[in-house]
């Protein structure tokens, strides 16, 4: 839990700082403020990680993103939130030669991941789900499907806007949002690898500076 209000706390700042403090104002904050909600991430937390937007010592904070690969050809992205790029790379880059993969130049992986928005809203009374889905293609939704007791959403990243637009103002509840880099080809690996594989990705996501992992094993 520690871990998710830092990486939320880290996105939260960034958004501030992009786009202002009044979640009104800023798309990108109100869906992460609501998305800290679901998650029971104290106000507090929430009302430090906008102040620290505006602190000098964030004035540098910026989001990166870092390639590479794992032991058995396992390709890693990684999201991160820095003030200093250099001390980033050489810690990740030590993760990688310690556990036998290797990070990379930046773009490499572009092939390999398409980045998508995710939202998960709540069921609304009345609402039929082909018909939503119908609806919402016209707003760029790749995929909308129910899980338990919700409802999630899959489209390019670049359509958040848009399509949280049309929920706010239709009135559904939007329980969480995030980005996600979802992999087009997978890696299958044998119990032995993927244990090797994972200690690397445990080291990475260990980071202070870290705040997304993705890879592409199965």
Known sequence: MSRTFTRLGKEITIAAKAGGPDP??????????QTARSENMPKDNVERAIKRAFEKDTSDYKEMVYEGYAPHGVAVLIEAATDNNQRTVANLRSYFNKFGGNLGTSGMLDFLFDRKCVFTIAPKEGVD?????????????????????????????????PIQKYLEENNF????????RIPNDMKQ????EKEEVEKLLEKIEEDDDVTNVFHNME
């Open 24 to 33: 009104s104002g800023n798309a990108r904050l109100r869906l992460l403020i």
């Open 129 to 161: 789900l082909e018909e939503l889905e119908l609806e919402l293609i016209d707003y760029g939704v790749e995929e909308l499907f129910a899980e338990e007791d919700e409802i999630v959403i899959y489209a390019e990243f670049q359509n958040f806007g």
């Open 173 to 180: 509840e939007i329980k969480s949002f995030k980005f996600e």
């Open 189 to 192: 690996l044998t119990d032995e």
